[in-house]
């Protein structure tokens, strides 16, 4: 992987975690079209990371506003909320603990299963679209539903923020809610799994084969275009402007399944 490479897809992760195209299958197509090939998910880690990183910045006075209300030691609006961050962070550790080594394969299984999960992504989307269920406050079975939809888009291709955000404009959740919670869910889940990578020995740029350079400018990249796409986003979900993303999803999906049969 040389440092162009690193720059590209970590541009392309950026872009894609916070709009509804699935970040883990542009990387697999970005990879496949650079011809970057990597022995384990080092990278990825990295540059989800960094966005994450770039979640923290937009969101920094809402987390300052959440982690404030845990120390009034009190039943509250910042407590509730962020109980409600941790029923929805029930599905996604359950799959991880329980089939972290599955998930890894599919990642390297080429893209015919990004495309179909880009389909998949585009009728989601297009469905959430023409949805018009009575809007409502996020409640925690709204909740723990959308982390259902959350742990299903660990499929490279199948978008996470595409199916969270979607899943709750199907719910009726608030749009100017929805968003904001797709974003702050996805935090601990995140740095849970690339902290236990830390501890377990698992992230090493030694095993990984990549240069320390290469892992730094992509996790500069990711960050700083994470930092743009997230307020994009935000503003295209408060305007329900999604099917736009549908139609490029659907359009890349069956790219991928056409280019995947023929090579």
Known sequence: MTALDSILLGLVQGLTEFLPVSSSGHLTIGKEVLGVTTPDLSFEI???AATVLSTLVVFRKEIIRLISGIFKFRMNSETDYIFKIVVSMIPVMLVGLLFKDKIEAIFGSGLMVVGISL???????SVSNYAKPKERELSYMSAFIIGVAQAVAVLPGLSR????????????VKKDQI???SFLMVLVPILGEAFLDLVSGGFATSQSGLDPLSLVLGFISAFVSGLLACRVM???VKRSKLLGFAVYCALLGAGCVIYSQII
């Open 119 to 125: 389909i998949a992504t585009a009728v989601l989307l």
């Open 161 to 172: 923020s595409g199916s969270t955000i979607a899943t709750g404009m199907i719910l009726g």
């Open 234 to 236: 935000i503003a295209l």
């Open 46 to 48: 990295v540059v989800h």
């Open 179 to 181: 968003a904001k919670f």
